[in-house]
């Protein structure tokens, strides 16, 4: 008897959970169409920076942390498009780590010379699923429209070529992952 109480009682537990999870993540995916929620960030050096500067401009917001192998890959590929050709959007990427030091070293590493941001709170931003990141996972994009609304994000943007389309020609998200015809 005692053995189906606690089978009861982790069936009861695991559907509650799931329950929860499916809960969080709609409940992050609500940011959508909302404005961009400003949080603190600073450059590399230190010095702060506003999220309000983004104001009127098309802006893809790239999240990374030192500790993600895929970022790695994603800055190459990015930089690589930087290089090719003017962007169509304003791009800015931000790192979800405490240690700008490990982040400096990743940004040689890479060869990405872009604009960087740090949030100022490390990874708290993903683990709060901030920026519709429902799944708190990296590495992860938005695109943030003039008005500051978010508009979009994706976790799958990964070749050269998708993210000229995301970049270059500012194409959604959702159409960059589409195969060329």
Same mark, same amino acid.
């Given at each position: 008897?005692?053995?189906?109480?606690?089978? *009861?009682?982790?069936?009861?537990?695991?559907?509650?959970?799931?329950?929860?999870?499916?809960? @969080?993540?709609?409940?992050?995916?609500?940011?959508?169409?909302?404005?961009?929620?400003?949080?603190?960030?600073?450059? !590399?050096?230190? &010095?702060?920076?506003?999220?309000?500067?983004?104001?009127?401009?098309?802006?893809?917001?790239?999240?990374? +942390?030192?500790?993600?192998?895929?970022?790695?890959?994603?800055? @190459?590929?990015?930089?690589?498009?930087?290089? $090719?050709?003017?962007?169509?959007?304003?791009?800015?990427?931000? *790192?979800?780590?405490?240690?700008?030091? +490990?982040?400096?070293?990743?940004? @040689?590493?890479?060869?990405?010379?872009?604009?960087?941001?740090? +949030?100022?709170?490390? *990874? $708290?931003? !993903?683990?709060?699923?901030?920026? +519709?990141?429902?799944?708190?996972?990296?590495?992860?994009?938005?695109?943030?429209? *003039?008005?500051?609304?978010?508009?979009?994000?994706?976790?799958?943007?990964?070749?050269?070529?998708?993210?000229?389309?995301?970049?270059?020609?500012?194409?959604? !998200?959702?159409?960059?992952?589409? &195969?060329?015809?």
């Amino acid at each position: 008897m005692k053995a189906w109480i606690v089978l *009861a009682s982790l069936c009861f537990s695991a559907l509650s959970h799931a329950s929860s999870y499916e809960q @969080k993540v709609r409940e992050a995916q609500e940011a959508i169409g909302k404005p961009l929620r400003h949080i603190d960030v600073q450059l !590399l050096s230190g &010095e702060s920076v506003s999220m309000s500067s983004l104001e009127g401009k098309e802006t893809v917001i790239y999240f990374f +942390a030192s500790w993600c192998s895929p970022c790695y890959g994603a800055l @190459k590929n990015i930089e690589s498009v930087r290089q $090719q050709q003017p962007l169509a959007v304003n791009l800015v990427a931000m *790192a979800l780590d405490e240690d700008t030091e +490990a982040v400096s070293l990743m940004l @040689k590493q890479t060869g990405y010379t872009g604009v960087v941001w740090q +949030a100022v709170d490390g *990874a $708290q931003p !993903l683990h709060q699923r901030e920026f +519709a990141n429902g799944v708190k996972a990296l590495p992860y994009l938005i695109k943030v429209d *003039a008005d500051g609304l978010l508009a979009e994000n994706n976790y799958n943007i990964k070749t050269v070529a998708q993210w000229k389309r995301v970049l270059v020609d500012n194409q959604s !998200l959702q159409d960059a992952m589409r &195969e060329e015809n």
